[in-house]
Structures are given as structure tokens and as C-alpha cells.
């Protein structure tokens, strides 16, 4: 089955800097990955996802992700974090024989004033 | 604007009862799900529809039970809630297109006593 595995459960980063969340991912053929933000209390929101093309995926919210075949990684990026970043980031990747998702466990990501 | 929303939010019900939670869409998205939210885990499959009167078991679906007699709603039902099932539901959809992400409702929040 495709899988992805989130390393890090916390990520702390002061605002203004860069923030990187991990994603990596077991596929068998082409993946298809997605990246989703929850706020508390909320349903989760897409943010990007990679299906084809350029390595490099911009998303919402100033959001971007890089998939790296060699490394089967997935990670979602920020050149400069917003306090208001702060919340749980999800990656995910779809099942082969279908259209549902599989989902990582989730990073939590606290932005620092 | 089209939209998911679940209902009820919140429910606190006793061991035993049975329990349904409301999905309703008005995107006319053929493709619909229920994942559940625990800590540590993510979030995992239950079931999901690709279609009227279509039903399939996902990851965790022992307990639970769907129904789709139309496009716009998916049900899912607790047949007998065990304290197991404390959790956070939530319920999506998508187009039926391999590309196609999800789309979250808000979320129930069910506490089983």
C-alpha cells in the first residue's frame, strides 16, 4: 500500500525565519502527494499537491513542496514563517486503486514570535 | 458557495447506543469519506462511496457502517458505540479524477461513555 511517514512530530521555528516540514513517501509507481493544513477545531485545508512536471510545487498561502524521486521526499517549505503558520501540517498520498488518501500522522508546527 | 458539512458537531452518547453522523455536499462530487482523527495516529480511512448506492470497507471500518442513496450524502453509522470510538470524524470529498483532492467538512466530535 502507499504510505508516507511524517519523521517529526513537533517543528519549532522564530518568525521571519524559513520552516521545512518532512514528508517522505513509499510508493509503488508514480505518487500522487498532497500536502493539508488543520487549524484547531477545523477540518483539514489543501495547501498543494504534486501529480507531475516540476519538482518544485507552489501551493497556498505562500506554501511550496519538493519532490525529490532519489530521496522519496515530499517536503513542504516556507521561505518566511508567519505566527499564524502555526498549526498541523498533514502529508498524504493516494491510494493506487482508488481516489482515497492515505495520511501521515502529522507535524505539529509552532511559529514563534 | 458550495460546501461540506457534517452534523452533529458534537455528540456525547453511552456504550451500546446506536449513533449516525451526518455528511451532506453540494458539490456534486461522486467520490465521498470518513476518516477518523485520533492523536497518534493521524488520520485513518473508515469507508467511502464512489457513487450512489457504492460502498467500501477502508482501514478501520469494524463497528461502522455507510449508506449512499444519493450523491450529496453519506451517512455513517455506529452501530452499537463502543469507548473505542471516541474520536474526531471527519467526512470529505473529491471529483472523480486521480488528480482530485479532498475536501474536509469541519468535523464531528464524538465522545462514547
Known amino acids: 500500500a502507499q504510505s508516507v511517514a511524517q519523521p517529526e512530530d513537533q517543528v519549532n521555528v522564530a518568525e521571519g525565519n524559513p520552516l521545512t516540514v518532512k514528508c517522505t513517501y513509499s510508493?509503488?509507481?508514480?505518487?500522487?502527494l498532497f500536502w493539508y493544513v488543520q487549524y484547531p477545531n477545523r477540518g483539514l485545508q489543501f495547501l498543494l499537491k504534486?501529480?507531475?512536471?516540476?519538482?518544485l510545487v507552489k501551493g497556498s498561502y505562500g506554501f511550496e513542496a519538493e519532490f525529490n524521486k532519489s530521496q522519496t521526499s515530499f517536503h513542504l517549505k516556507k521561505p518566511s514563517a508567519l505566527v499564524s503558520d502555526s498549526a498541523l501540517y498533514f502529508c498524504?498520498?493516494?491510494?493506487?486503486?482508488?481516489?482515497?488518501?492515505?495520511f501521515g500522522k502529522g507535524t505539529s508546527l509552532l511559529v514563534t514570535p | 458557495d458550495a460546501e461540506i458539512t457534517q452534523s452533529p458537531r458534537h455528540k456525547i452518547t453511552e456504550t451500546g447506543r446506536q449513533v449516525t453522523l451526518a455528511c451532506h455536499q453540494t458539490?456534486?462530487?461522486?467520490?465521498m469519506f470518513w476518516y477518523r482523527q485520533d492523536l497518534g495516529h493521524g488520520l485513518r480511512l473508515i469507508h467511502y462511496?464512489?457513487?450512489?448506492?457504492?460502498?467500501n470497507k477502508g482501514e478501520v471500518s469494524d463497528g461502522y457502517s455507510v449508506s449512499r442513496s444519493n450523491t450529496e450524502d453519506l451517512p455513517l453509522t455506529l452501530e452499537s458505540a463502543a469507548s473505542s470510538q471516541t474520536s474526531v470524524y471527519f467526512c470529505?470529498?473529491?471529483?472523480?479524477?486521480?488528480?482530485?483532492?479532498?475536501?474536509f467538512g469541519e468535523g464531528s466530535r464524538l465522545t462514547v461513555l
Open positions: 470529505a470529498s473529491s471529483r472523480q479524477a486521480n488528480t482530485g483532492e479532498l475536501f
Open positions: 510508493v509503488s509507481g508514480n505518487p500522487y
Open positions: 504534486y501529480i507531475t512536471g516540476d519538482n
Open positions: 498524504a498520498v493516494r491510494e493506487n486503486s482508488g481516489y482515497a488518501l492515505n
Open positions: 458539490w456534486n462530487h461522486n467520490n
Open positions: 462511496s464512489y457513487g450512489v448506492q457504492d460502498t
